[in-house]
């Protein structure tokens, strides 16, 4: 055994006896089952008979250990390696009841290890192999599971939830039922307790603590059995008591040290040991002095935080050795806590050890926090979570504590307040947004006549210039922003809204417009579309608000954009260095790896500014940041951690020029690169201290954390990826100038920006969520040096020797004009290509509902409300039409035949109103503007754009046509011109500005390319 691995029965006889001397000399039930554990992997390449001899005797012994309560808080590993000894000697165990009673309880033990360490990939193959009946998982599932959290009980949850497993035996049931009842207890405080006479070895449990007071003389009680350091836990518990009524009693105001204080451990059998109790026991018992009192203040430890240390008399955290720091986060890393609060002087080792842990569980996010004293838990950002209450609340408060004595008092007070806020709200003080307390969101146009300014164009507090771009759009496509209109006065208020201006017709108003009544405080949804039908270096016009009676303007919001051809590039986001970037907040997933490659292409007007940032604010101390890229005067600048790099280029970049940048680095490989057109500008190899890679904040052109932003980058970006490894010159190189698919190997976020809405930029790649556009940016026809690598459509045989338009992957048709009257009957006809596999054929938007037809087996959604499925079709050309009738009525025919009749929903008598809500027509793709491309679900749309489908001779009518002439149409006869408004007959390929022109009108279906979805 010279290389310690067992060969001989010799050497196996020696670790036999070596075991069951550990096992006679430890009473630790989680020491002796690491032995036994430790033992069968040991021996698991030796024959099974000499093997045997060894593991039988101690069957016994093993399942009393996996029953055992305190068997709990250990890795994933150790409980696989238990269940594979557990069933090589399950034929062994005489008791079928006790092998079914201990397996129970170790899948249900693995599962909850597995879920703490959020590595639920894993658990869900190695339950399949244990024969626990278990759904299958698509990626979609997958991403939603990790995406319901940080927290991993939300992620568990959502895991259990995909299976519905109902029987409390089940062993993701029973693991959640534990997990929720150690959640339960909310007020008590959690510890981590090493057992004792463990030493090097990781053992002992994370554990709930109750604290409660009572009236007396000041002295401290113990409810559970105290360990041999009884003398250091009492003096900690003095001191924790006599600490916390001090800082209570000058921060909220109140005497506290005249009560009792009574500590228990919530599972009875456990025993306080050492000192380690003191920093615990000092913050959770002002959190719950703050709750015994109506106080301004209150404060809450959450059930997943937990604070490792002893306090000196003054609340100095004392010295602890690293080691059992080390052992105490290896505890609290596979248990149900997210965050622990330690000695500064150990943070960059813990934050070191916890690296080390999550490169085998990447997913799972633990967040070290640094405290010099008790005091530092309190402050903003920290361990503790503040609550400033109103005076509202602790009336309520009063009155619920004393509501014997104080009813006729409370009575009184209320109706005071209530008939001085009826006075303040309608008599003296009509501002509604200071009397009730409204948060007015982002994009919101406010009439306030107490303000300072009448009318207002306003994100929350802040006002805003009332001008707005709509970016540098492709002909023939289209553009939303959304608007919320308060009325802050007790009145209602009646507006006219329209677009007035240069050229109103390139602008509609497609929800709140016309004449409206303001109810008060009650928000109008207002949402206006820039849809340009010719090229033009500036198109202008005003979002004018006139009083409803005299016509007078009241408020006028300037509105610009451009439009032009398509170009190879298709979209870039516009950021106006101003107010301007994308965020993904702490929703930030992709850059949470230690080997990752950030690349996009960028062009600036000034270089000066941050491209990206990722870092954490702090409140009250330094920014942290992991990752910021920025520049200078056109000079790269790359700070990693607390390292600053400034990056000399043999020139520097100029103004209006587009550039690859590509940033680079391994922490574990300490390496660090900046590629910016495809060639190394910096190499270098150092350590790479990221203190806060598992919770990033980042954002794209504007230095922006959790408190706010600044050195906003005036540029535009495109083709922005994110990988979870380095990519070097090469790689880079061969890549650079084409967009990649979605699902890519490594490619973790991808936003080539050609799916965009007036507050998303999608992510088509779908292991990361979208970006939040912040500060309205536009999207522009990108000029970047790349290509979007998709087909174009091109005509080809038809049904009935018809032209048809073939859409081959990655693009799709959409019509963003009106063309029906506000309210009217209506017809659509079209001949659509059913493959084997379904497609989304057509779907006209309005506010989120839809009429589409859906491939192969012809399935129909009205309205948000009712999906059927009308049966299937044989693959090839069929005539589709729906006429909807003008109270909102829908039928669909197919090939000459009513296949369905579906009422409104909600049934009306009000004419169904086409502008309202509308946002176009699509062929091709489901493409709602909000959702539909999301990273969410980005397999759905990928599902249909990844094929070549076929339509024929789209044609709309302002009203209904009959059975008999839909029945011509699937004959192949021409359309009756009788209130035909659009007709495409697909007999030419599309224009350079990539638009098939409508016979009748000249109106412009656009074809749009969603690059990424091939």
């Known amino acids: 055994m010279s290389d310690g691995r067992i060969t001989t029965p010799r050497e196996l006889d020696a670790a036999g006896r070596a075991l069951i001397e550990t096992l006679r000399s430890t009473h630790s039930p989680q020491l002796q089952l690491q032995a036994l554990v430790s033992f069968h992997d040991g021996t698991a390449h030796l024959p099974f008979p000499w093997r045997k001899a060894y593991l039988l005797p101690q069957l016994r012994t093993l399942l009393r250990l996996l029953l055992h309560p305190y068997t709990t808080g250990l890795p994933p590993r150790l409980w696989q390696s238990a269940w594979h000894y557990f069933e090589e000697m399950r034929e062994n165990v005489r008791d079928e009841t006790d092998a079914g009673q201990a397996g129970q309880e170790l899948l249900c033990k693995l599962a909850l290890s597995h879920g703490c360490a959020c590595d639920f990939r894993s658990l869900h193959a190695f339950l399949l192999n244990t024969g626990t009946p278990l759904r299958d998982l698509d990626e979609q599932q997958w991403r939603a599971v990790y995406g319901a959290g940080p927290d991993p009980f939300a992620m568990f949850e959502a895991y259990c939830m995909t299976q519905e497993a109902e029987d409390s035996h089940h062993p993701l049931r029973a693991a959640l039922l534990r997990w929720s009842a150690w959640r339960l207890h909310a007020e008590a405080v959690s510890v981590v307790l090493l057992e004792e006479g463990a030493h090097d070895a990781v053992a002992g449990a994370v554990l709930r603590m109750e604290i409660a007071t009572r009236r007396g003389s000041g002295g401290v009680h113990i409810n559970n059995v105290l360990g041999a350091d009884a003398d250091m836990t009492r003096e900690q518990l003095l001191g924790a008591r006599r600490l916390a009524a001090a800082f209570a009693q000058a921060r909220i105001g109140h005497r506290f040290d005249t009560r009792d204080v009574y500590y228990q451990i919530i599972d009875l059998h456990a025993a306080f040991s050492g000192g380690s109790l003191g920093l615990a026991a000092t913050v959770g018992l002002i959190c719950h002095l703050s709750g015994e009192v109506n106080a301004r203040v209150r404060w809450t430890l959450p059930a997943d935080t937990a604070c490792i240390a002893s306090l000196d008399e003054d609340g100095a955290l004392e010295s602890v050795p690293w080691d059992t720091i080390r052992r105490k986060i290896a505890l609290a890393f596979f248990s149900p806590l997210r965050r622990i609060v330690i000695p500064a002087h150990h943070v960059e080792a813990a934050t070191t050890f916890i690296q080390e842990l999550q490169r085998s569980y990447p997913q799972r996010a633990f967040e070290v926090l640094a405290a010099s004293t008790f005091h530092d838990c309190f402050r903003s950002g920290h361990a503790v979570e503040t609550m400033t209450r109103n005076p509202y609340d602790r009336l309520q408060t009063l009155g619920r504590r004393h509501a014997r004595t104080g009813v006729l008092l409370a009575a009184l007070l209320a109706l005071g307040a209530a008939l001085f806020l009826f006075y303040r709200s309608y008599i003296i003080f009509p501002d509604l947004e200071v009397t009730q307390g409204i948060h007015v969101p982002t994009n919101a146009i406010v009439y306030n006549p107490n303000d300072s300014l009448d009318w207002a164009l306003r994100d929350g507090k802040q006002v805003l210039d009332a001008s707005l771009a709509y970016g540098n759009l492709e002909v023939g496509d ?467 754009l990844s094929r070549t489908r076929r339509i024929a001779d789209v044609a709309i009518w302002k009203r209904l046509l009959s059975n008999d002439e839909l029945a011509m149409l699937a004959e192949g006869v021409p359309p009756p011109p009788d209130h035909l408004v659009a007709f495409w007959s697909f007999d030419q390929s599309p224009t350079v500005e990539l638009n098939i022109i409508d016979k009748v009108s000249g109106q412009l279906l656009h074809v749009r390319r969603a690059a990424g979805y091939r």
């Open 478 to 944: 289209g553009f939303s922003r959304v608007f919320t209109v308060y009325n802050m006065t007790p009145m209602p208020k009646d507006v006219f809204i329209a677009v007035e201006g240069a050229d109103p017709d390139q602008w509609y108003i497609n929800a709140g417009g016309g004449a409206q009544q303001l109810a008060s405080v009650i928000p109008l949804r207002l949402s206006v579309m820039y849809a340009p039908t010719g090229a033009s270096s500036g198109h202008h016009a005003a979002l004018v608000f006139r009083d409803g009676a005299g016509g007078r303007e009241l408020f006028r919001i300037v509105m610009h954009g451009a439009a032009g051809r398509a170009i190879a590039g298709g979209y870039a986001l516009r950021l106006d260095g101003s107010t301007q970037f994308l965020t993904w907040g702490k929703e930030a997933l992709a850059f949470t790896n230690g080997d990752l490659t950030f690349e996009a292409w960028v062009r600036s007007l000034s270089w000066n500014g941050c491209l990206l940032h990722n870092g954490v604010g702090m409140s009250g101390s330094a920014e942290r940041s992991n990752v910021v890229l920025g520049f200078d005067n056109g000079t790269p600048q790359v700070s990693i951690g607390d390292e600053h790099i400034t990056v000399p280029l043999e020139s520097t970049m100029k103004p209006d020029m587009w550039y690859h940048i590509a940033l680079s680095y391994s922490v574990t490989r300490s390496l660090l690169r900046l590629i910016v057109d495809g060639k190394n500008v910096l190499e270098r190899r150092q350590p790479l201290v990221m203190p806060d890679r598992m919770t990033p904040f980042v954002s794209l052109g504007a230095f922006s954390d959790s408190l706010g932003a600044g050195r906003f980058l005036d540029c535009e970006v495109d083709n922005l990826r994110v990988w979870w490894h380095m990519l070097d010159e090469g790689a880079v190189q061969r890549n650079m100038q084409r967009t990649l698919p979605g699902g890519t190997p490594g490619l973790k976020a991808n936003f080539p920006m050609e799916l965009f809405s007036h507050e998303t930029a999608f992510n088509n790649g779908g292991d990361s969520p979208d970006a939040e556009l912040r500060g309205r940016p536009s999207f522009v026809r990108s000029a970047a040096p790349l290509s979007l690598d998709i087909s174009l459509p091109v005509p080809g045989a038809g049904p009935l020797d018809k032209p048809a338009l073939f859409l081959p992957p990655g693009s799709y048709l959409r019509f963003a004009r009106q063309v029906l009257p506000r309210h009217s009957d209506a017809t659509f006809a079209f001949w659509w290509f059913t493959g084997t596999k379904r497609s989304t054929a057509m779907v006209v938007q309005n506010l989120g509902q839809c009429i589409g037809i859906s491939g192969d087996t012809v399935a129909t959604l009205f309205s948000g409300c009712r999906s059927d499925i009308l049966g299937a079709v044989a693959p090839g050309w069929h005539h589709v039409a729906v006429r909807v009738l003008r109270d909102g009525r829908k039928e669909v025919f197919i090939d000459g035949a009513q296949r369905a009749s579906v009422e409104a929903c909600p049934s009306s008598a009000v004419p169904h109103d086409w502008h309202e809500g509308y946002e176009g027509i699509t062929f091709g793709v489901y493409d709602d503007t909000y959702t539909a491309m999301s990273a969410r679900q980005h397999r759905t749309a990928r599902e249909s």
